[in-house]
């Protein structure tokens, strides 16, 4: 007799096609971070496989219609592979998996450009989707029935059964499961635990100056230099992460000869990552919110003057200035920077050279060689003065010039790293050169950490991500480890104590690190990008809790914070609640809640366009919160001047990553560009952002001004039904 194919057989070789691109990432990563297969990983090969199968699932539908079928299929396989190595790219970079509301960034250029079109292993991307699209190609060549209704139930029921799967707390939530049953998981997740924070509540740490000085006063004129270095880690130093038996791929070696001829802190806590979150804290002596919500930099941008670190010194008889490397307006620090009391703020416009330059600004090199002309003119001013500094070229895709040769990979982590270190020694050598540190307190510390150690637990790389950079420098020439640990909000005191000025008023928390205290205390850090609050106790416990509190490990602490194999156990959450209370304390600010917020996206005046820039990003990053009943009016009103020529513009409104608004077109010289809409929220609206930038600049001596570049944020006049956005206006004259 005949045989018939088995039924199921086409299924079963769709689903091993289908499979090819989640299990090829897969695979990678645990090659690139060097894991060693472990129990946890069989829930998310069985997560890949569940999905892999939905998607055959359809793919067997579609292929029954021959006309357009095979097409439409073909390109939903695509699809799926392209998606799978941008979760792949995602993970690699940030340690956790893509959300669904990524998809809007596919219709964002700037992300098209600077990350869809720059992947780390864009031969296996296109061996993996040709692969797996010619396979696809020449199996539906032939027509096709294929049984979909049993095995979809499959599918489904496999999937209810990795999203009940217990998480392992050991194990990386990449490596068990996949990023859209992840999602679903989010999704039905119990809802936070940390409710709304007491309104007295301005500060979330108290001053704690009872310590003893181990460093002599300075005088009280003299300068202070702080440079913020972006997303450099403590364990780049090799003297530093050699005390904590820790290993590093990346090293710093010019910052670590810097070290060794001043004050280093072996345990230096960054709270969480983004820079805005780092910066505040650093500059305002407070926590930032340690669960992922609108950041306080633009929840305070817009309102009254602040109580910053600048505002206390300009009042001492300081000028303060702060430079960085990026645009000003991304993250609104056109708005922040003045009021936190700098009397000068400037981003990249302000400077006229570089040897390379992307959207985020100048490379690093350039960057600290004309910090030298400014701190030169503030040397001749005759007055005492306050500058910070942040470079942009460490921040990924990495700003470094193409030509550089180190010996990290080029267009890795490390190789940016290096550039940075050159140039920051530059910068130190030429200050001593001058005599400018003779009466000059400097301090190097960074804004986040994104040091991860491929092959080590993943509990300690989260942990590791905690692990930021303090070396300080003062004229007497104070040298040595400190290990007594210390944090980013302790900055502005510290500052402060060593200068005598620490009884003026001011409200900043933390401890001196300038002092040496008998007891310990909590410290506290967040991560936005893995989901998770960490901390250690004054008695000594450490813990790590997912943002909602539903899930906690803990252990208590043998050894320093930063050493490798934290071996941590299942927790109830009620038995680490001085963490849960920490992290709601760090969601209160100085300012009381206001029933109406109105934030300027873009500072008045005009903005230089450089023609030799791909896109100029122009404003962006805020990341509001809008609540539930509330609207956002955003109201832009621009006009292009120059002697001639034209660029493209382009504005979005980004709703939890997911763009929802976008509006393109070409300004000439002296057109008027005016965009005017409301968003509506029915629910609390998080993660919101609105975005302008330019390409294609055409001309010299172009700039853009804004007349009104603003988002207003007040309680709706009429219930609202339904989330959504209407325009009012969008046109050019």
Known sequence: MPSHPTPWRPLAVLTGIASLPPLVVRLLLMIDHRLAPKFGDLAGLTADLSLSLMVASGIGVLVRYSAWGRWVSIGLLGLWSLVNFANYEHIRELGSMVAFAYAGYLADPVFVRGSALAPSRPLMLIVVTLASCLALWGWSRKPRHVHVLWFLVVALTVAALVVAWPADPHTAAWRQSNFVLAQISELSAASTRLGSPPSAIQRAVSMDLDGELFVEALPKDTNVLLVILEGVSGAYLPSLRDRHG?????????????????????????????????????????????????????????????????AVLTVSGRSATYLQAAPMA??????????????????????????????????????????????????????????????????????????????????????????????????????????????????????????VVPGDSDISNSIRQAWGLLVVLEPRGTSGVVDEPAMQLDLPISVLDVLGLAEGPHGFGGRSVFRRYPEPRELLWGNTHLGLVGGLSAAGQLALCTESFGSCVAKQLEGSLFSPAKDMSPVDPDEVAWLRLGAQASLATQVSSRPARDLPLAAPGSIPLDPNTAEQFIFGGQFLTVPAGSEADIDIEAELSGDRGSVEFHHDFIAGRRQVYLRSGRLGVGDTLRIRYTVSAATLLDQLESRFWVEEIEGHDLEISFRSARVTIRPSAEEVAQSGIVEHLFVIE
């Open 246 to 310: 820790a290993e590093s791929s990346i090293e710093m070696r010019e910052l670590d000869r810097i070290a060794a001829g001043g004050l280093a802190w072996s345990s230096f806590v960054a709270h969480q990552r983004q820079t805005n979150r780092g910066e505040y804290a650093i500059l305002c002596g407070d926590y930032p919110k340690l669960i992922t919500s609108e950041p306080k930099m633009t929840e305070l941008a817009g309102s009254t003057d602040l109580d910053c670190l600048p």
């Open 330 to 451: 991304f993250m609104v620090k056109d708005q922040f920077m003045p009021q936190a009391g700098f009397e000068r703020s400037l981003g990249d416009t302000w400077f006229d050279r570089y040897y390379h330059r992307n959207q985020w600004g100048i490379d690093d090199l350039s960057f600290f060689e004309q910090s030298l002309g400014m701190i030169a003119e503030l040397e001749d001013d005759g007055r005492p003065w306050f500058v910070t500094l942040l470079n942009v070229g460490t921040h990924h895709p990495f700003n470094t010039p193409p030509d550089f040769e180190g010996s990290s990979p080029h267009g890795s982590p490390g190789w940016a790293m290096e550039y940075l270190d050159r140039a920051v020694g530059l910068f130190i050598s030429r200050l001593e050169e001058w005599g400018a540190l003779d009466n000059t307190l400097v301090v190097i510390t960074s804004d986040e950490s994104r040091e």
